[in-house]
């Protein structure tokens, strides 16, 4: 059965009505749970540590979620909204305009991928935000998906700041462009990986072959080479290059 307002237990709550597998009701809790994560991190600033505490109300498939104590109603407020507002912008198929990170599509669109029919009918799956429901469908993520085809290859450069390096079955790391919201995904060999250190939470250059979805954004680059670039701090001021130029 379908939930009213009056029984949903936070401002922040996933309703299933229909009966999963444990697999993929695990899956859809741990969707929503990191679609939240996200959102969070990208709000607040570095200083706020945005915790959650998980409701769940007896008898029903609704896991809501509500802020620690700790947290301000700003921030709160700012992650309500860009719940709904990114998923909005997404189902109208304005993925770029939805200024999700990356990691937080990924989520979204596994929890939209969830809410596929199945034999007999589809899936019936929303977010509840301020008591307001927010429908899943699969065609958020179909959006999603066709956002991140790989339209065209080309080599070419990047530069930002080198903040992640992961090895999950390859050797990764992300460099957050300030042209783009989010980070952008580097794959690149062992012999690469002292660069990679030896710039961690640098500015660097990243040269390499380039996968670009079909808006014109890189998606993720096979890297050749991994170059440190000078901070702020340390290129010129005006007053330095002033004697460039003519009086």
């Known amino acids: ?137 699969p065609e958020i993520g179909r959006v999603i998906a066709e956002e991140w085809r790989s339209d065209y290859s080309d080599f070419g450069t990047v530069e930002g700041k080198l903040d992640t390096i992961q090895d999950r079955g390859s050797l990764q790391i992300f460099v957050r462009d300030p042209l783009y919201a989010g980070s952008i995904r580097c794959y690149f060999d062992e012999k690469l990986l002292p660069y990679a250190f030896e710039n961690f939470r640098k500015r660097v250059e990243i040269s390499g072959t380039i996968h670009y979805r079909k808006s014109g954004k890189p998606m993720s680059i096979v890297v050749s080479q991994i170059e440190g670039l000078p901070d702020d701090s340390e290129l010129p001021s005006a007053d330095d290059v002033r004697g460039l130029f003519g009086e």
């Open 1 to 137: 059965m379908t939930a009213t307002p009056d029984i949903i237990p936070t401002d922040l709550t996933l309703e299933i009505v229909d009966d999963l597998s444990p697999e993929k009701f695990l899956a859809a809790v741990r969707a929503f749970f990191g679609y939240v994560k996200e959102i969070s991190e990208m709000t607040s600033n570095v200083d706020t540590d945005v915790s959650w505490k998980v409701h769940v109300k007896e008898g029903s498939a609704l896991i809501g979620i509500a802020p620690g104590a700790s947290v301000p109603i700003s921030v709160v407020e700012a992650v309500y909204a860009k719940v709904t507002a990114g998923i909005e912008h997404v189902r109208s198929g304005d993925v770029e305009g939805s200024h999700l990170p990356e990691p937080a599509l990924k989520h979204l669109r596994a929890l939209s991928d969830l809410s596929e029919p199945g034999k007999d009918k589809p899936i019936d799956m929303r977010l509840w935000v301020k008591k307001k429901p927010v429908a899943m469908n």
